[in-house]
């Protein structure tokens, strides 16, 4: 009778296994309705964000990006370095779509937002795809309660919530493409056409976000899954040799044209990055295992989420503290549990092996990572904890996920799984909110981040460009505590420069040539400090003392349209002036000019100075470009009043005069 029993249950089993086999590629539409529907509502209240964080430099400020489908062909031929940093980037994709978006949109953040989702709809229905073709034996609601898990994940909240973090969204979408095809020719068909599909996503997220790389160690790890013995996995890795070497030549591809461009040295600041400072060998390595016990802690318990983790939020840690052994023993007892039961072919220790792939070249092991950790380098490895949850849940709860209909699905595994998911998306629509602008993020995190560096600086300036010259006492007193907070926990010519700016702003002159000073007596090339610095003496009225200062700032890689603006007229402003003065602000504004062709006060202050040199023709020419840009801006028609004065043209000098009035009232 037993044996019966057993029997009829090992024919049910295979039953179910050959359903899932033969329905594999044809199901309802209902699945990708609510994988959709779930998205739109998770991230709904992102459309009402501005621009946040990373926006800025990646995108608003991105002269790529600012020229439409014109800069496409730059974006893919040159390597982009963020605005007054030296760390390059090159991620063609992303910017690419960002370039789009801005030719038939402009600069508007709710079309960035809205594409966001719309792409990270399209990588969750393909990663609903993968996952059915990969885990067919468990079922379909076995994969989609994976990808509602994933959807509303809090960790995901910096990767989808801004707009930058597209990168992350089309890195996993080439990713799973990869995976995709691989699988079809493999499971259905070893058709060339799924081959090149493969190579085509590789390469998609190759150009998109260098992570991807991880792929090339996953795609062996869900082959060895996916086939039935050893004998069958090693067929299945030689008959997809022509695809995977492939792969392995699009990071030397990266590297060539990077090479190429003179950027592969990439300096970090110990301020993104402790491990970059003076730190020894064993306190490096106490520091990376406590990074990976936070990441493992975060991946399940996703709160506080926080936008920067740098200097001195995550100190160095060493061997005396108990959270490094903590999560040292936690890691090893995961570590052995992935290796005792991998090949068996444990979904738990897939899950494992997932998220250490994933997170493998963010762990700062392999490489050290431009900041020390992000919430964003837990995006893909995050899919393992939701297969790892999923699986342990239905296993906790003996739950049959291999079933026909949601009736069959047990009612605690429904109740957990539905208990999890409803924090998790409470957390994640407050953790949207917050992406709103910088003042709302760097507000909201500044509570968890009083011992960070660049939350601080973060906060003076966005404070400072905020309530630009309306402080009250209230706000400029918030400004200076920050400042000061940043110089204590780290005293360098960063630090300083921020307090000096600050002061600058507040026209407190003399507390920001202290602070300036002290920048620059620790690093004479910061050239943001150098700028301050010259536009203090500059406002003065000391232009003799201005001009080596932003002499340095224009010779620096800080970009400001004000740098060259305020040297040309410290030039023409020098008691001092000679023909050579005028000849070195004529220089120094076209070149300001080369960089802002459409800023109007770089058109009017070349204007003047062709003006001032008595060349008028020239002074004429550039007056009518700035006045094409620019046609109700006074400026402009004060500036024709003067040159048609200096020619003798009374009549036209005085209708200029005129207008000038009529638009500067």
């Not at 092991?365 to 995006?379: E, Q, S």
């Not at 009250?472 to 907070?485: Q, R, S, V, W």
Request: with cysteine; aromatic share 14%; glycine share 4%.
């Amino acid at each position: 009778m037993g044996k019966k029993k057993r029997t009829k249950k090992r024919l049910n089993k295979q039953q179910k296994q050959k359903q899932a086999t033969t329905n594999v590629d044809s199901l309802p539409l209902w699945p990708y309705i609510v994988i959709l529907a779930l998205i739109g509502l998770q991230y709904s209240n992102t459309l009402l964000n501005d621009y946040a964080y990373d926006d800025y430099p990646m995108i608003v400020n991105n002269p790529q990006i600012s020229q439409g489908i014109k800069g496409i062909p730059q974006i893919w031929s040159t390597i982009y370095t963020v605005p007054g940093t030296i760390r390059p980037t090159y991620r063609p994709v992303p910017f690419t779509t960002s370039a789009l978006e801005y030719q038939f949109f402009g600069y508007q953040p709710t079309v960035g937002h809205l594409f966001n989702i719309i792409y990270f709809g399209i990588c969750c229905v393909l990663l609903f795809m993968v996952l059915r073709l990969i885990f067919w034996r468990l079922g379909t609601y076995f994969s989609l309660f994976v990808v509602l898990l994933f959807i509303v994940h809090p960790i995901h909240t910096e990767s989808v919530a801004n707009i930058k973090g597209r990168d992350d969204i089309l890195c996993l979408i080439g990713g799973l493409l990869c995976l995709y095809g691989l699988l079809k020719y493999i499971k259905v068909k070893p058709h060339w056409g799924y081959g090149a599909l493969s190579i085509l996503g590789f390469s998609l997220g190759m150009f998109t976000k260098t992570n991807v790389i991880t792929f090339l160690a996953v795609i062996p790890l869900v082959i060895f899954y996916v086939s039935d013995n050893i004998a069958i996995f090693k067929q299945n890795l030689r008959k997809t040799l022509w695809i995977y070497f492939p792969l392995l030549v699009y990071p030397i591809i990266y590297v060539a044209i990077v090479a190429y461009n003179n950027s592969l040295e990439n300096v970090f600041s110990e301020i993104d990055n402790p491990l970059v400072g003076d730190v020894s060998l064993l306190e490096k390595w106490a520091t990376i295992i406590l990074i990976w016990g936070t990441y493992a802690f975060k991946s399940f318990i996703p709160y506080p989420l926080l936008y920067n983790y740098g200097f001195n939020y995550m100190p160095i840690a060493n061997f005396a503290d108990w959270r490094v052994w903590c999560s040292l023993l936690a890691l090893l007892a995961v570590i052995a549990y992935m290796f005792r039961y991998l090949l068996v072919k444990n979904i738990a220790a897939f899950a494992i092996a997932f998220w250490i792939i994933s997170l493998s070249i963010y762990g700062n092991v392999v490489m050290l990572t431009p900041v020390i950790m992000a919430d964003r380098f837990l995006f893909i490895a995050s899919l393992g904890v939701c297969i790892g949850i999923v699986y342990c849940l239905a296993k906790v709860t003996k739950a049959d996920l291999a079933v026909n209909s949601l009736k069959y699905v047990s009612k605690p595994f429904l109740s957990g799984l539905g208990a999890i998911m409803l924090v998790f998306f409470i957390l994640t629509f407050v953790r949207n909110q917050h992406w709103k602008d910088n003042l709302t993020l760097f507000s909201h995190d500044i509570t968890y981040l009083s011992e960070s560096v660049d939350a601080n600086t973060d906060l003076v300036n966005t404070l400072l460009q905020k309530h630009s010259n309306n402080y009250n006492f209230e706000i400029a007193n918030k400004i200076i505590k920050h400042a000061d907070k940043a110089v204590e926990l780290h005293p360098s010519s960063f630090t300083y420069r921020v307090k000096g700016a600050a002061h600058r702003t507040l026209e407190q002159d003399d507390k920001a040539e202290e602070a300036l000073k002290k920048s620059l007596a620790i690093n004479d090339k910061n050239s943001r400090a150098n700028y301050h610095l010259g536009m203090v003496y500059y406002f003065k009225k000391d232009f003799i003392q201005a001009i080596p200062y932003l002499e340095k700032a224009v010779s620096g890689s800080f970009a400001a349209a004000d740098k060259y603006k305020y040297l040309a007229r410290a030039y023409c402003r020098n008691p001092e002036r000679t023909a050579t003065d005028l000849e070195r602000a004529e220089v120094v504004i076209l070149e300001g000019l080369q960089h802002y062709p459409n800023d109007i006060e770089v058109l009017n202050d070349v204007t003047r100075v062709f003006m001032m040199a008595n060349k008028l023709e020239q002074a004429l020419e550039y007056g009518k470009k700035a006045q094409a840009i620019a046609p109700k801006n006074a400026e402009v028609y004060r500036n024709f009043a003067k040159i048609y004065g200096l020619l003798g043209e009374h009549d036209k000098a005085s209708q200029y005069q005129q207008q000038f009035e009529v638009f500067n009232q």
